[in-house]
């Protein structure tokens, strides 16, 4: 087990920066997953920690020794590719069993090494088994015995689960969580998809654009986000945003939403006359018998969750540079959605009042797209 340290670690194919001022730092045995749209560099950041990707510029230590110029084989780490990479031709036993053989290990070191991982991963009975004899799952699984079997300081994972149905991927995520903990090794796993991050993660790195816009933990990112990218990035559906100016009501800060006045948390006291951004989540928002009233555009029913849409009214319509949020593309920009828990009947076309509940109110600056206040 290591701590694990970027310090300014830089990254450039000729005259494109891919990764620009990466600093963090992994405590020893802690689950560090990287998250964020196709081509933020989060990959890269995985290939330069593991020795596949030279730096252009910083320092990566593993276990508090300077490991950037070293190659991979010298760093002391183990790697589970989206690929499996098993070869087809050897059993689940040999698969497993082949780096410590490669090391020049023992036969009966190595068979008692594999012996305790399968039983670790329940892969005991198919010790005997070619890879094409497995599932999805059982092959994901033999891909991670062939790292725990090396007793590593450090597991860097590169989207493991992406080639797995969504049932097995639920399933898979809860497995490798478990065996982390059992571990206890420090572990650096890289997604797209933010409900891995969030339901894996003991701290999330959530970048753009080659730089981290967030670290923290999954409660950090979606109750307190740094940014409108984070804020629309982490949550499923992610956040609502629309625009308004702050006002001074008789019971503090208040802004338009369609022909209705909503109140704003007590900060927005010091930006009255302001444009703003705000947020809310759409399990935050609230069916209620009186406040905005919007007309629903679709009603997306998931048993007894739905997602209700509508479209934000006409002055609340947000100007906002599309690159300043995640890559939702599937979504309107001036689409709001309502994530509701309950047996009522919804359909398109129906009104419906709304409440914003104050304290779940975001405010962003529209000039930064940072956090206001």
Request: charged residues 25%; hydrophobic residues 40%.
């Given at each position: 087990?290591?701590?694990?340290?970027?310090?300014?670690?830089?990254?450039?194919?000729?005259?494109?920066?891919?990764?620009?001022?990466?600093?963090?730092?992994?405590?020893d045995g802690e689950f560090c997953v990287f998250?964020?749209?196709?081509?933020?560099?989060?990959?890269?950041?995985?290939?330069?920690?593991?020795?596949?990707?030279a730096t252009t510029g910083g320092t990566i230590?593993?276990?508090?020794?300077?490991?950037?110029?070293?190659?991979?084989?010298?760093?002391?780490?183990?790697?589970?590719?989206?690929?499996?990479?098993?070869?087809?031709?050897?059993?689940?036993?040999?698969?497993?069993?082949?780096?410590?053989?490669?090391?020049?290990?023992?036969?009966?070191?190595?068979?008692?090494?594999?012996?305790?991982?399968?039983?670790?991963?329940?892969?005991?009975?198919?010790?005997?088994?070619?890879?094409?004899?497995?599932?999805?799952?059982q092959r994901q699984r033999v891909a991670l015995?062939?790292?725990?079997?090396?007793?590593?300081?450090?597991?860097?994972?590169?989207?493991?689960?992406?080639?797995?149905?969504?049932?097995?991927?639920?399933?898979?995520?809860?497995?490798?969580?478990?065996?982390?903990?059992?571990?206890?090794?420090?572990?650096?796993?890289?997604?797209?998809?933010?409900?891995?991050?969030?339901?894996?993660?003991?701290?999330?790195?959530?970048?753009?654009?080659?730089?981290?816009?967030?670290?923290?933990?999954?409660?950090?990112?979606?109750?307190?986000?740094?940014?409108?990218?984070?804020?629309?990035?982490?949550?499923?559906?992610?956040?609502?945003?629309?625009?308004?100016?702050?006002?001074?009501?008789?019971?503090?800060?208040?802004?338009?939403?369609?022909?209705?006045?909503?109140?704003?948390?007590?900060?927005?006291?010091?930006?009255?006359?302001?444009?703003?951004?705000?947020?809310?989540?759409?399990?935050?928002?609230?069916?209620?018998?009186?406040?905005?009233?919007?007309?629903?555009?679709?009603?997306?029913?998931?048993?007894?969750?739905?997602?209700?849409?509508?479209?934000?009214?006409?002055?609340?319509?947000?100007?906002?540079?599309?690159?300043?949020?995640?890559?939702?593309?599937?979504?309107?920009?001036?689409?709001?959605?309502?994530?509701?828990?309950?047996?009522?009947?919804?359909?398109?076309?129906?009104?419906?009042?709304?409440?914003?509940?104050?304290?779940?109110?975001?405010?962003?600056?529209?000039?930064?797209?940072?956090?206001?206040?």
């Amino acid at each position: 087990m290591a701590t694990v340290q970027f310090d300014q670690i830089k990254k450039s194919y000729g005259a494109v920066e891919a990764i620009r001022d990466f600093n963090l730092d992994i405590a020893d045995g802690e689950f560090c997953v990287f998250v964020g749209p196709s081509g933020c560099g989060k990959s890269t950041a995985l290939k330069m920690l593991a020795g596949l990707e030279a730096t252009t510029g910083g320092t990566i230590s593993i276990g508090g020794r300077d490991v950037t110029e070293l190659g991979p084989g010298k760093r002391d780490i183990a790697m589970v590719f989206q690929n499996y990479a098993l070869y087809p031709h050897m059993s689940v036993r040999k698969n497993i069993g082949f780096g410590l053989k490669m090391q020049g290990m023992a036969a009966r070191d190595i068979n008692t090494r594999v012996e305790e991982a399968a039983r670790v991963l329940e892969l005991t009975p198919y010790l005997d088994r070619k890879p094409r004899a497995l599932s999805g799952g059982q092959r994901q699984r033999v891909a991670l015995g062939r790292a725990i079997v090396r007793e590593p300081k450090a597991f860097l994972m590169d989207e493991p689960l992406s080639n797995l149905d969504a049932k097995l991927r639920v399933q898979t995520r809860s497995e490798i969580v478990k065996l982390q903990k059992r571990l206890g090794v420090t572990t650096i796993y890289v997604t797209h998809d933010q409900t891995e991050a969030l339901t894996m993660a003991d701290k999330i790195v959530v970048m753009k654009g080659g730089e981290i816009q967030q670290v923290g933990s999954a409660e950090d990112l979606f109750h307190t986000p740094n940014n409108i990218f984070v804020a629309g990035f982490i949550g499923s559906p992610g956040m609502n945003f629309f625009h308004g100016t702050v006002a001074t009501g008789a019971d503090g800060p208040v802004t338009r939403f369609g022909e209705t006045k909503i109140a704003l948390p007590a900060k927005c006291a010091a930006m009255a006359g302001r444009d703003m951004i705000f947020g809310i989540r759409p399990e935050h928002l609230r069916v209620a018998e009186s406040g905005p009233s919007v007309g629903l555009t679709l009603v997306e029913n998931l048993g007894t969750e739905k997602i209700l849409h509508f479209h934000t009214p006409g002055q609340n319509m947000l100007e906002l540079d599309r690159t300043a949020l995640a890559n939702d593309e599937e979504r309107d920009a001036q689409s709001m959605l309502i994530r509701v828990i309950d047996d009522r009947r919804y359909r398109d076309g129906e009104t419906l009042n709304l409440s914003f509940p104050v304290d779940k109110i975001h405010v962003f600056d529209p000039d930064t797209n940072e956090v206001a206040g």
